[in-house]
Protein backbone atom coordinates (compact mmCIF):
# COMPACT_ATOMS: atom_id res chain seq x y z
CA UNK A 1 0.00 0.00 0.00
CA UNK A 2 1.34 3.56 -1.11
CA UNK A 3 1.21 5.89 1.43
CA UNK A 4 0.82 9.05 -0.70
CA UNK A 5 1.83 12.34 -0.92
CA UNK A 6 -0.46 15.00 -2.21
CA UNK A 7 0.53 17.38 -5.34
CA UNK A 8 0.49 20.56 -4.88
CA UNK A 9 0.56 23.73 -6.68
CA UNK A 10 3.56 26.64 -6.68
CA UNK A 11 0.93 28.92 -4.32
CA UNK A 12 0.31 25.86 -1.79
CA UNK A 13 -2.89 24.43 -3.17
CA UNK A 14 -3.46 21.15 -3.84
CA UNK A 15 -2.61 19.91 -7.27
CA UNK A 16 -5.62 17.83 -8.42
CA UNK A 17 -4.41 17.53 -11.76
CA UNK A 18 -1.03 16.01 -10.61
CA UNK A 19 -2.95 13.75 -7.79
CA UNK A 20 -4.95 12.19 -10.76
CA UNK A 21 -1.75 11.34 -12.48
CA UNK A 22 -0.58 10.19 -9.60
CA UNK A 23 -3.34 7.65 -9.23
CA UNK A 24 -3.08 6.37 -12.63
CA UNK A 25 0.47 5.25 -12.24
CA UNK A 26 -0.02 3.56 -9.17
CA UNK A 27 -3.13 1.64 -10.69
CA UNK A 28 -0.50 0.79 -13.24
CA UNK A 29 2.24 -0.30 -11.31
CA UNK A 30 0.33 -3.07 -9.00
CA UNK A 31 0.33 -0.80 -5.94
CA UNK A 32 -2.59 -3.04 -4.00
CA UNK A 33 -4.13 -0.04 -2.10
CA UNK A 34 -3.74 3.83 -1.72
CA UNK A 35 -3.28 5.38 1.60
CA UNK A 36 -4.42 9.43 1.23
CA UNK A 37 -3.82 11.97 3.57
CA UNK A 38 -1.26 10.33 5.66
CA UNK A 39 1.69 11.51 7.00
CA UNK A 40 3.37 11.32 3.55
CA UNK A 41 0.11 13.16 2.35
CA UNK A 42 0.91 16.33 4.60
CA UNK A 43 -2.01 15.45 6.82
CA UNK A 44 -0.63 17.66 9.61
CA UNK A 45 -0.95 21.03 7.44
CA UNK A 46 -4.65 20.54 5.12
CA UNK A 47 -7.46 21.80 6.93
CA UNK A 48 -10.19 19.88 7.37
CA UNK A 49 -12.03 20.86 4.44
CA UNK A 50 -9.15 20.04 2.18
CA UNK A 51 -8.30 16.60 4.13
CA UNK A 52 -11.95 15.62 3.11
CA UNK A 53 -11.58 16.98 -0.40
CA UNK A 54 -8.53 14.90 -1.33
CA UNK A 55 -10.13 11.98 0.07
CA UNK A 56 -13.16 12.44 -1.94
CA UNK A 57 -11.21 13.12 -5.31
CA UNK A 58 -8.99 10.03 -4.44
CA UNK A 59 -12.07 7.70 -4.05
CA UNK A 60 -13.45 9.03 -6.97
CA UNK A 61 -10.78 8.75 -9.34
CA UNK A 62 -9.78 5.23 -8.28
CA UNK A 63 -13.26 3.87 -8.60
CA UNK A 64 -13.19 1.29 -7.08
CA UNK A 65 -10.27 -0.26 -9.02
CA UNK A 66 -8.40 -1.06 -5.58
CA UNK A 67 -8.78 -0.09 -2.12
CA UNK A 68 -8.72 3.45 -0.53
CA UNK A 69 -7.82 4.02 3.14
CA UNK A 70 -7.72 7.56 4.45
CA UNK A 71 -5.91 9.04 6.68
CA UNK A 72 -7.98 10.51 9.32
CA UNK A 73 -6.13 11.00 12.49
CA UNK A 74 -5.91 13.30 15.34
CA UNK A 75 -4.61 14.47 18.50
CA UNK A 76 -8.21 15.80 18.91
CA UNK A 77 -10.50 13.32 19.28
CA UNK A 78 -13.35 14.87 18.27
CA UNK A 79 -11.75 15.96 15.53
CA UNK A 80 -10.61 12.44 14.92
CA UNK A 81 -14.37 11.61 14.81
CA UNK A 82 -14.76 14.89 12.35
CA UNK A 83 -12.45 13.34 9.93
CA UNK A 84 -13.29 9.71 10.16
CA UNK A 85 -17.13 10.02 9.57
CA UNK A 86 -16.25 12.62 6.36
CA UNK A 87 -13.90 9.51 4.82
CA UNK A 88 -16.48 6.95 5.59
CA UNK A 89 -18.94 8.88 3.42
CA UNK A 90 -16.70 9.52 0.75
CA UNK A 91 -16.66 5.84 0.34
CA UNK A 92 -13.00 5.28 1.59
CA UNK A 93 -12.78 1.47 2.26
CA UNK A 94 -11.16 1.51 5.91
CA UNK A 95 -9.84 4.78 8.03
CA UNK A 96 -5.95 4.37 9.27
CA UNK A 97 -5.62 6.99 12.55
CA UNK A 98 -2.55 8.22 14.12
CA UNK A 99 -1.96 7.60 17.71
CA UNK A 100 -2.29 11.55 19.07
CA UNK A 101 0.29 13.37 18.54
CA UNK A 102 2.12 16.44 20.72
CA UNK A 103 -0.27 15.84 23.86
CA UNK A 104 1.27 12.57 25.33
CA UNK A 105 -1.45 10.69 26.39
CA UNK A 106 -0.97 7.48 28.39
CA UNK A 107 -2.09 3.90 27.55
CA UNK A 108 -5.37 4.34 28.63
CA UNK A 109 -6.09 7.61 26.71
CA UNK A 110 -4.77 5.82 23.89
CA UNK A 111 -7.48 3.02 24.35
CA UNK A 112 -10.00 5.28 25.18
CA UNK A 113 -9.78 7.25 22.01
CA UNK A 114 -9.57 4.62 19.32
CA UNK A 115 -12.12 2.82 21.14
CA UNK A 116 -14.30 6.07 21.24
CA UNK A 117 -13.68 6.92 17.39
CA UNK A 118 -14.62 3.10 16.61
CA UNK A 119 -17.56 3.44 18.45
CA UNK A 120 -18.62 6.50 16.80
CA UNK A 121 -18.20 5.81 13.06
CA UNK A 122 -19.22 2.35 11.75
CA UNK A 123 -16.03 1.84 9.18
CA UNK A 124 -12.96 -0.45 9.43
CA UNK A 125 -9.81 1.30 10.93
CA UNK A 126 -6.63 0.46 11.44
CA UNK A 127 -4.30 1.71 14.52
CA UNK A 128 -1.05 3.60 13.40
CA UNK A 129 1.88 3.93 15.49
CA UNK A 130 4.83 5.78 15.01
CA UNK A 131 6.44 7.00 18.28
CA UNK A 132 9.30 8.82 16.30
CA UNK A 133 6.72 11.79 15.33
CA UNK A 134 3.81 11.39 17.53
CA UNK A 135 6.12 11.11 20.63
CA UNK A 136 3.95 8.55 22.17
CA UNK A 137 4.16 5.14 21.61
CA UNK A 138 1.52 2.13 21.57
CA UNK A 139 2.25 -0.57 23.32
CA UNK A 140 1.43 -4.05 22.04
CA UNK A 141 -0.73 -4.86 25.01
CA UNK A 142 -2.81 -2.17 24.06
CA UNK A 143 -2.83 -2.69 20.51
CA UNK A 144 -4.18 -6.00 21.68
CA UNK A 145 -6.85 -4.65 23.60
CA UNK A 146 -8.11 -2.70 21.20
CA UNK A 147 -7.84 -5.43 18.46
CA UNK A 148 -11.16 -6.61 20.94
CA UNK A 149 -12.93 -3.55 19.50
CA UNK A 150 -15.54 -5.13 16.59
CA UNK A 151 -14.21 -2.40 13.37
CA UNK A 152 -10.54 -1.94 14.36
CA UNK A 153 -8.66 -4.21 11.93
CA UNK A 154 -5.34 -4.02 12.39
CA UNK A 155 -2.06 -1.81 13.03
CA UNK A 156 0.32 -0.24 11.32
CA UNK A 157 3.55 -0.38 13.09
CA UNK A 158 6.19 1.76 12.57
CA UNK A 159 8.56 1.30 15.25
CA UNK A 160 10.75 -0.43 12.77
CA UNK A 161 10.63 -3.16 15.56
CA UNK A 162 10.44 -6.44 13.80
CA UNK A 163 9.76 -8.31 17.21
CA UNK A 164 6.42 -6.39 17.94
CA UNK A 165 5.33 -8.64 15.15
CA UNK A 166 5.30 -11.93 17.79
CA UNK A 167 4.17 -9.94 20.92
CA UNK A 168 1.10 -8.52 18.66
CA UNK A 169 0.51 -11.89 17.00
CA UNK A 170 0.00 -14.04 20.33
CA UNK A 171 -2.84 -11.99 21.42
CA UNK A 172 -4.95 -10.92 18.80
CA UNK A 173 -7.08 -13.04 16.65
CA UNK A 174 -5.99 -14.35 13.17
CA UNK A 175 -8.18 -11.89 11.12
CA UNK A 176 -6.12 -8.41 12.92
CA UNK A 177 -4.14 -7.03 10.27
CA UNK A 178 -0.41 -6.14 11.51
CA UNK A 179 1.18 -3.86 8.70
CA UNK A 180 4.94 -2.44 8.69
CA UNK A 181 5.20 1.75 8.28
CA UNK A 182 8.95 1.14 8.08
CA UNK A 183 10.18 -0.02 4.87
CA UNK A 184 13.93 -0.75 5.80
CA UNK A 185 12.38 -3.46 7.67
CA UNK A 186 9.41 -4.84 5.81
CA UNK A 187 10.76 -7.40 4.53
CA UNK A 188 11.87 -8.89 8.08
CA UNK A 189 8.08 -7.57 9.05
CA UNK A 190 6.30 -9.89 6.90
CA UNK A 191 8.62 -12.78 7.43
CA UNK A 192 8.03 -12.42 10.98
CA UNK A 193 4.23 -12.71 10.29
CA UNK A 194 3.42 -9.36 8.99
CA UNK A 195 0.50 -9.18 6.51
CA UNK A 196 2.16 -6.26 4.63
CA UNK A 197 2.70 -2.67 5.03
CA UNK A 198 2.19 1.03 4.25
CA UNK A 199 5.07 2.43 1.96
CA UNK A 200 6.93 6.18 1.58
CA UNK A 201 9.47 4.31 -1.11
CA UNK A 202 6.35 2.95 -3.00
CA UNK A 203 5.92 6.37 -4.12
CA UNK A 204 8.64 6.03 -6.38
CA UNK A 205 9.27 2.25 -7.52
CA UNK A 206 5.67 0.70 -6.71
CA UNK A 207 6.44 -2.29 -8.91
CA UNK A 208 9.23 -3.31 -7.35
CA UNK A 209 8.13 -2.85 -3.53
CA UNK A 210 4.72 -4.68 -4.75
CA UNK A 211 7.15 -7.39 -5.84
CA UNK A 212 9.04 -7.33 -2.69
CA UNK A 213 6.26 -7.82 -0.72
CA UNK A 214 4.53 -10.61 -2.92
CA UNK A 215 8.17 -12.76 -2.65
CA UNK A 216 8.07 -11.87 1.49
CA UNK A 217 3.98 -12.58 1.64
CA UNK A 218 5.23 -16.31 0.21
CA UNK A 219 7.77 -17.04 2.92
CA UNK A 220 10.16 -16.42 -0.18
CA UNK A 221 12.53 -14.89 2.05
CA UNK A 222 15.56 -14.71 -0.38
CA UNK A 223 14.03 -13.85 -2.96
CA UNK A 224 12.60 -10.74 -1.05
CA UNK A 225 15.84 -10.09 0.44
CA UNK A 226 17.50 -10.04 -3.08
CA UNK A 227 14.76 -8.05 -4.50
CA UNK A 228 14.81 -5.50 -2.07
CA UNK A 229 18.52 -5.00 -1.72
CA UNK A 230 18.40 -2.35 -4.78
CA UNK A 231 15.65 -0.14 -2.60
CA UNK A 232 17.78 -0.30 0.72
CA UNK A 233 19.49 3.14 -0.13
CA UNK A 234 15.84 4.61 -0.75
CA UNK A 235 14.37 3.11 1.95
CA UNK A 236 16.98 5.09 3.80
CA UNK A 237 17.74 7.89 2.15
CA UNK A 238 14.05 9.17 1.82
CA UNK A 239 14.29 10.14 5.15
CA UNK A 240 17.23 12.07 4.81
CA UNK A 241 14.99 15.50 6.13
CA UNK A 242 11.78 14.64 7.53
CA UNK A 243 9.43 13.00 5.47
CA UNK A 244 7.88 13.74 2.91
CA UNK A 245 10.21 16.73 1.78
CA UNK A 246 12.73 13.97 0.19
CA UNK A 247 10.52 11.66 -1.76
CA UNK A 248 8.22 15.03 -2.81
CA UNK A 249 11.75 16.07 -4.26
CA UNK A 250 12.23 11.98 -5.72
CA UNK A 251 8.69 12.65 -7.48
CA UNK A 252 9.30 16.13 -9.03
CA UNK A 253 12.42 14.73 -10.78
CA UNK A 254 10.27 11.90 -12.34
CA UNK A 255 8.03 14.63 -13.34
CA UNK A 256 5.27 13.08 -11.59
CA UNK A 257 4.38 16.03 -8.93
CA UNK A 258 6.14 19.52 -8.17
CA UNK A 259 8.22 20.36 -5.44
CA UNK A 260 5.89 22.62 -3.50
CA UNK A 261 5.66 21.26 0.18
CA UNK A 262 3.84 23.59 2.87
CA UNK A 263 5.40 25.20 6.00
CA UNK A 264 6.74 24.39 8.48
CA UNK A 265 8.28 22.03 6.12
CA UNK A 266 10.79 23.23 2.93
CA UNK A 267 12.04 21.46 -0.31
CA UNK A 268 15.19 18.92 0.23
CA UNK A 269 18.20 21.01 0.59
CA UNK A 270 20.77 21.36 -1.71
CA UNK A 271 23.53 19.03 -0.28
CA UNK A 272 21.09 16.15 -0.08
CA UNK A 273 19.81 16.30 -3.81
CA UNK A 274 22.83 13.95 -5.32
CA UNK A 275 22.52 11.77 -2.20
CA UNK A 276 18.51 11.00 -3.71
CA UNK A 277 19.16 11.02 -6.84
CA UNK A 278 21.65 8.14 -6.10
CA UNK A 279 19.14 5.79 -4.35
CA UNK A 280 16.70 7.14 -7.17
CA UNK A 281 19.27 5.40 -9.44
CA UNK A 282 20.26 2.66 -7.32
CA UNK A 283 16.64 1.48 -7.40
CA UNK A 284 17.02 1.22 -11.41
CA UNK A 285 15.59 4.62 -12.21
CA UNK A 286 17.05 6.33 -15.01
CA UNK A 287 17.17 10.14 -13.92
CA UNK A 288 20.19 13.17 -14.10
CA UNK A 289 20.54 15.98 -12.25
Known sequence: MVALVTPMLEDGSVDFESLEKLIAFHIESKTDAIVAMGT??????????????????????VNGRIPVIAGTGANSTSEAIQLTACAKEAGVDACLLVTPYYNKPTQEGLFLHHQKIAETVD???????????TAVDMLPETVIRLSKVNNIIGVKEA???VERV??????????????????????DFILAGGHGGISV????V?????????????????????????????HRDLFIESNPIP????LSKME??????????????????????????????????
Open 40 to 61: TGESATLDVTEHCEVVRFVVDK
Open 123 to 133: IPQILYNVPGR
Open 159 to 161: TGE
Open 166 to 187: ALIKAGVDSQFDLYTGDDATAV
Open 201 to 204: TANV
Open 206 to 234: PQQVHDVYEAALAGNAEQAHALDRPLQAL
Open 247 to 250: VKWA
Open 256 to 289: LVGEMIRMPLTPLSKACHPIVLKALQDAGLDLSE
